[in-house]
């Protein structure tokens, strides 16, 4: 069964730490491009961050960048998402997905409608 499921969200204080985890089972990873996205109550999913399938290269929204790393062990299975700097408004759950890996050299890699497998989500709040 192909599976990716998150963890390592919770509560953190405004400027504060955290590191998502995704990981698969039932494939592996080495072929396709996989994308964090996020999604607050009323709002779009949004992608926030999105790497190779080699691990080489990244992408990240504008609103992340300078403060998230997104990060992947192909051998383990897992990519990871630290997130510094936080702020109230990256409170969402936070998904990732997996999709073909030229997904990673479009112009859309955010678009969610991109990816074929996704994760159950992780709840991360900012707040003080």
């Known amino acids: 069964q192909l599976q990716l499921v998150e963890s390592g969200g919770g509560l953190v204080q405004p400027g504060g730490s955290l590191r998502l985890s995704c990981a698969a089972s039932?494939?592996?990873?080495?072929?396709?491009?996989i994308t964090w996205f996020r999604q607050a109550p009323g709002k779009e999913r949004e992608g926030v961050s999105c790497?190779?399938?080699?691990?080489?290269?990244?992408k990240y929204a504008d609103s992340v960048k300078g403060r998230f790393t997104i990060s992947r062990d192909n051998a383990k299975k897992t990519v990871y998402l630290q997130m510094n700097s936080l702020k109230p408004e990256d409170t969402a759950v936070y998904y990732c997905a997996a999709g073909p890996g030229f997904i990673y050299y479009t112009v859309t890699w955010y678009n969610a409608a991109k990816y074929n497998y996704w994760g159950q989500g992780t709840q991360v709040t900012v707040s003080s």
């Open positions: 790497i190779s399938n080699s691990g080489g290269s990244t």
């Open positions: 039932g494939f592996t990873l080495d072929l396709n491009t």
